[in-house]
């Protein structure tokens, strides 16, 4: 169960981040209306949203999920690793201080981005990304085995970030997409498949009593919806233009 949520607005540079999808610059009106409704979805689900003030020095800095990894015990601060995003965690440091005695850091020569991390009960899997790399996964790995959990680190082939193609729904069952649909380390789990035209939807969250998915991926949803889980749609495209999918847009705690 999750009480908290944390989101930052994008703020007017936020048209000047960074992309790999050649989807065109993003709106910034459109993403400030979508960035709200994401909001009121997180408060729909019954957590505490502290919003956050822009901050225009850095562009993607609404794209929280990679400045954290939170837990219910600790947190640990990560160390991103573009490093036009490596200041973003001097905001956060003070926020995530408010709600947590114990937090760790990722130190370099490691860095390591949130989205690289998924949870799945009592064990962590941390992927080594294009952002993430083994140093800096390997810190992480040693934090959450000091603390008393599993972790395993997963080497990326194609995906971006870990969470861009899973994430867990809770009840043993995995939404997954591409290089995760058959990978080892996910096999004694229970799969919900992302066909490939829907491979955004993969980047769903689970908060509570609602899964969240990205708008226009109806064979998912309806996956999502025979597995049991109630959805909550929503428009992602000035965000999507970005990389960014829906965990990318708040910690959850
Ligand atoms: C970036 O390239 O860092 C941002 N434009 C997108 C970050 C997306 N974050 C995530 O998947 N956790």
Known sequence: ?????IVKIPGETYVNGLTTSNLGRPELA???????????????????????????????????EDTAVLTSKFAVISNPGALSRNGEIHDMEPVIKSFYETIYYIKAPGTLDGGDILQIEEHFYIG??????????????????YEGYKATIIH?????????????????????????????????????IVPREEEYAAN??????????????PVTKQK??????????????????????????SLRF
């Open 30 to 64: 459109k993403a400030l209306e979508q960035h709200k409704a994401y909001i009121r979805a997180l408060e729909k689900c019954g957590t505490k949203v502290t919003v956050l003030p822009d901050n225009i020095e850095f562009p993607d800095s609404t794209f929280v």
């Open 224 to 249: 999502i919806n025979e597995a049991g889980y109630q959805t909550i749609e929503l428009e992602m495209s000035e965000f999507r233009k970005l990389d960014g999918g829906l965990s990318c847009l």
């Open 1 to 5: 169960m999750y009480k908290n949520t």
């Open 156 to 192: 990326l082939e194609k995906f971006f970030h870990l969470k861009t193609g899973i994430a867990y729904l809770g009840d043993q069952t995995i939404v997954v997409a591409g290089e995760f649909i058959d990978h080892p380390d996910f096999k004694s789990y229970k799969k919900i």
């Open 204 to 217: 769903c969250v689970h908060v509570n009593d609602y899964v969240i998915i990205p708008a226009g991926n």
């Open 128 to 145: 080594v990304s294009a952002r993430t790399n083994l140093e800096g996964a390997r810190q992480l790995k040693q934090i959450f085995e």
